[in-house]
């Protein structure tokens, strides 16, 4: 069995993954965003349903204003659902993380206080203002005028 370099398989993976072209997901699938904004608005989403309105035609609805499916096709109804769902999952393992970290004696129950300046580097002290640099032009001058008697006429 041969070694593996794990080094040339980071430079490798990364190289796939700058070479991916823009709006194409890790398997070549096209990315659509449509998961993004099921995430974003999920609340308003199961709200319009609870009002009454059916998932197909939230679905055209979202599809009106160019959520569409990977593939370009409008959003159906079961894929509507399907992205509601998984968003649903993916918050509830969320969920689940989080209170099993919270159960963890080792680790600290609430974040650490954020670190401050001092009050003395905290206040911006006035910079003095710099001197003017020397231009070319000047150090030229300095340097023909320490040479002027050298090049004075007899």
């Known amino acids: 069995m041969p070694k593996l370099d794990l080094s040339k398989l980071t430079r490798d993976l990364d190289r796939r993954r700058r070479d991916r072209p823009d709006g194409v997901g890790p398997g070549g699938r096209p990315v659509s ?3 993004a904004v099921v995430r974003e608005n999920l609340a308003q989403l199961e709200a319009l ?29 079961r ?16 969920q689940s993380r989080t209170a ?17 300046l001092s009050p ?13 640099l020397a231009t070319e032009e000047d150090l030229r001058r300095e340097a023909l005028a320490s040479l002027n008697d050298l090049l004075k006429k007899d």
């Open 49 to 77: 349903h609870a009002a009454g309105a059916s998932w197909v035609d939230i679905a055209a609805s979202l599809a009106s204003q160019g959520v569409r499916h990977g593939s370009g096709a409008p959003l159906t109804g």
């Open 79 to 94: 894929q509507l659902t399907a992205l509601i769902a998984s968003v649903r999952r993916q918050a509830r393992k969320r």
């Open 120 to 132: 003395e580097l905290a206040e911006r002290q006035p910079t003095p203002t710099p001197l003017p």
């Open 33 to 35: 965003g449509a998961m």
């Open 100 to 116: 099993q970290r919270m159960a963890r004696s080792d680790l600290p129950k609430v974040a650490a206080p954020r670190l401050q």
